[in-house]
Nanobody, 123 residues
Framework: QVRLVESGGGLVQAGGSLRLSCAAS????????MGWFRHFPGKEREFVAA????????YYADAVKGRFTISRNNAENTVYLQMNSLKPEDTAVYYC????????????????WGQGTHVTVSS
């Protein structure tokens, strides 16, 4: 059974920081590119950041470049999203994603999703 469990969401003021964590169970982590997506009410889930399996290459949406950093700890089967300089428009539900064989940059290719964690940025 594959399971992705996010943590670290919450309420923060604009300009503040949060660190999201995603713990993966099973063998998924060692076979998958990992990513973060977010969902705004009434909109499609959108890509935020991804990190490759072997090279550690990272990819970011333009809206978060320079503010968010994705990293992974393969020994602990955990992927992180460090979010700095948060803005009210970053308020969303953030989802961890595992993509086996892909880049975790396209939601349609994601194999497994976490349950989501809420991030609220107040102005």
């Amino acid at each position: 059974q594959v399971r992705l469990v996010e943590s670290g969401g919450g309420l923060v003021q604009a300009g503040g920081s949060l660190r999201l964590s995603c713990a993966a169970s099973g063998r998924t982590f060692s076979r998958a590119a990992m990513g973060w997506f977010r969902h705004f009410p009434g909109k499609e889930r959108e890509f935020v950041a991804a990190i490759s399996l072997s090279t550690g290459n990272t990819y970011y949406a333009d809206a978060v470049k320079g503010r968010f950093t994705i990293s992974r700890n393969n020994a602990e089967n955990t992927v992180y999203l460090q979010m700095n300089s948060l803005k009210p428009e970053d308020t969303a539900v953030y989802y961890c994603a595992a993509d086996i064989g892909g880049t975790a940059t396209q939601s349609r290719s994601v194999n497994y999703w976490g349950q989501g964690t809420h991030v609220t940025v107040s102005s």
